[in-house]
């Protein structure tokens, strides 16, 4: 089974600031099958990132996602009050799906 | 509009048996993979189980045997059945539209989710 590591835990920044979020594999991934979830609070996850680097429906431009093999990165540019939230990485093996264990992203 | 609406979940024995029922609107469920993820107390989501567009149907090595997942296509509905149930098991269920496609893999749309609380 393909674990996935995340880092840092938490991310301590100011509206406006860059996040770069961090997840790392234990073996390669193809990048179809990496994506990226924004979860607040009593809230189900929402799909931000699929394939890697492609934004899913709806998902304001200053997500972005990158990366391959086993190194991936999601960057949010300028944020918002709205995307302070735990963010997870997501990988498909076949047939199984595995989630990072999250990167809080908080208010400095 | 499309929507994913969970009901089934409560307050179990260890032992004991839960249907848990996704209703879908705005799509269907038979021409989509279907999946149910669960989300412990605290914890990050964990991947349950998928049904195919074909039928086919995988899980998760912690459920196997124990839980089934299926649809009723009459109904726009997809099910999870567990049974003997364990208190590890306790965790917000949701039901997800799963995407497997040429672009990427991922859960597009999610329920609201229902929790299922295994205890004596």
């Known amino acids: 089974e393909i674990v996935l590591t995340q880092s840092p835990g938490t991310l301590s920044l100011s509206p406006g600031e860059r996040a770069t979020l961090s997840c790392r594999a234990s073996?390669?991934?193809?990048?179809?099958?990496l994506a990226w979830y924004q979860q607040k609070r009593g809230q189900a996850p929402r799909l931000l990132i699929y394939g890697a680097s492609r934004r899913a429906t709806g998902i304001p431009d200053r997500f972005s996602g990158s990366g391959s093999g086993t190194d991936f990165t999601l960057s949010i540019s300028g944020l918002e009050a709205e995307d302070f939230a735990v963010y997870y990485c997501q990988q498909y093996g076949s047939p199984q799906w595995t989630f990072g264990q999250g990167t809080k992203v908080e208010i400095k | 509009e499309v929507q994913l609406v969970e009901s089934g979940g409560g307050l179990i024995q260890p032992g004991g048996s839960l249907r848990l029922s996704c209703a879908a609107s705005g799509f269907t469920v038979s021409n989509n993979y279907m999946s149910w993820v669960r989300q412990a107390p605290g914890k990050g989501p964990d991947w349950v189980s998928v049904i195919h567009s074909g039928g086919s149907t995988y899980y998760r090595d912690s459920v196997k045997g124990r839980f089934t997942i299926s649809r009723d296509n009459s109904r726009n509905t997809v099910y999870l059945q567990m049974n003997s149930l364990r208190a590890e098991d306790t965790a917000v269920y949701y039901c997800a539209r799963t995407i497997l496609g040429v672009d990427g893999y991922g859960f597009e749309v999610w329920g609201q989710g229902t929790t299922v609380t295994v205890s004596s």
């Open positions: 073996q390669s991934v193809s990048s179809i099958y």
